[in-house]
Protein backbone atom coordinates (compact mmCIF):
# COMPACT_ATOMS: atom_id res chain seq x y z
CA UNK A 1 0.00 0.00 0.00
CA UNK A 2 1.40 3.44 -1.04
CA UNK A 3 0.31 6.03 0.92
CA UNK A 4 0.78 9.51 -0.63
CA UNK A 5 2.19 13.10 0.57
CA UNK A 6 -0.08 14.75 2.59
CA UNK A 7 1.92 18.19 1.51
CA UNK A 8 0.62 20.04 -1.57
CA UNK A 9 2.62 20.62 -4.73
CA UNK A 10 5.10 23.65 -4.10
CA UNK A 11 4.24 26.49 -6.84
CA UNK A 12 7.40 27.27 -9.11
CA UNK A 13 8.71 30.84 -7.90
CA UNK A 14 8.12 33.77 -9.83
CA UNK A 15 10.95 35.17 -11.94
CA UNK A 16 11.78 37.64 -9.64
CA UNK A 17 12.01 35.72 -6.71
CA UNK A 18 14.73 33.59 -8.41
CA UNK A 19 16.89 36.08 -9.27
CA UNK A 20 16.62 37.78 -5.95
CA UNK A 21 17.38 34.69 -4.51
CA UNK A 22 20.74 34.40 -7.05
CA UNK A 23 21.75 38.10 -6.08
CA UNK A 24 21.25 37.50 -1.97
CA UNK A 25 23.35 33.68 -2.49
CA UNK A 26 25.65 36.25 -4.47
CA UNK A 27 26.09 38.65 -1.77
CA UNK A 28 26.68 36.33 0.84
CA UNK A 29 29.46 34.56 -1.19
CA UNK A 30 31.86 38.13 -1.59
CA UNK A 31 30.66 38.52 2.70
CA UNK A 32 31.88 35.42 2.91
CA UNK A 33 35.05 35.70 1.48
CA UNK A 34 36.03 38.45 3.81
CA UNK A 35 34.76 37.21 7.18
CA UNK A 36 33.85 33.64 6.51
CA UNK A 37 35.40 30.48 7.97
CA UNK A 38 39.34 30.13 7.35
CA UNK A 39 41.25 27.74 5.89
CA UNK A 40 42.09 24.75 8.67
CA UNK A 41 45.44 25.26 10.49
CA UNK A 42 47.78 22.36 11.42
CA UNK A 43 48.88 19.00 10.51
CA UNK A 44 45.27 18.07 9.67
CA UNK A 45 44.54 20.93 7.16
CA UNK A 46 44.21 20.44 3.73
CA UNK A 47 46.99 22.27 2.44
CA UNK A 48 47.40 23.36 -1.18
CA UNK A 49 43.94 21.21 -2.17
CA UNK A 50 42.18 22.88 0.18
CA UNK A 51 42.97 26.15 -1.26
CA UNK A 52 41.89 25.10 -4.53
CA UNK A 53 38.63 24.12 -3.52
CA UNK A 54 38.01 26.61 -0.63
CA UNK A 55 36.06 28.97 -3.34
CA UNK A 56 33.56 25.91 -4.04
CA UNK A 57 32.65 25.38 0.29
CA UNK A 58 32.34 28.92 0.26
CA UNK A 59 29.83 29.13 -2.57
CA UNK A 60 27.62 26.56 -0.70
CA UNK A 61 27.74 28.34 2.42
CA UNK A 62 26.13 31.06 0.50
CA UNK A 63 23.77 28.98 -0.66
CA UNK A 64 22.79 27.51 2.41
CA UNK A 65 22.33 30.37 4.31
CA UNK A 66 20.42 32.71 1.32
CA UNK A 67 17.86 29.25 1.70
CA UNK A 68 17.69 30.46 5.38
CA UNK A 69 17.91 33.98 5.38
CA UNK A 70 15.86 36.59 3.80
CA UNK A 71 17.64 39.59 3.01
CA UNK A 72 15.14 41.73 1.76
CA UNK A 73 16.11 41.52 -1.89
CA UNK A 74 13.26 40.61 -3.35
CA UNK A 75 10.87 43.82 -1.76
CA UNK A 76 13.71 46.03 -3.04
CA UNK A 77 13.93 44.28 -6.99
CA UNK A 78 9.87 44.25 -6.95
CA UNK A 79 10.40 48.06 -6.11
CA UNK A 80 12.01 49.50 -8.42
CA UNK A 81 10.82 51.04 -11.46
CA UNK A 82 10.29 48.65 -14.75
Known amino acids: M ?4 LNPAK ?15 AFLE ?19 GEEQFASFLTREHAALL ?3 LDLGFERIL ?3 PQ
Open 30 to 48: EMLKYCGPGAAQGGFSGGA
Open 66 to 68: AGR
Open 11 to 25: MPPLPGVKVANQLEQ
Open 78 to 80: SER
Open 2 to 5: QIDS
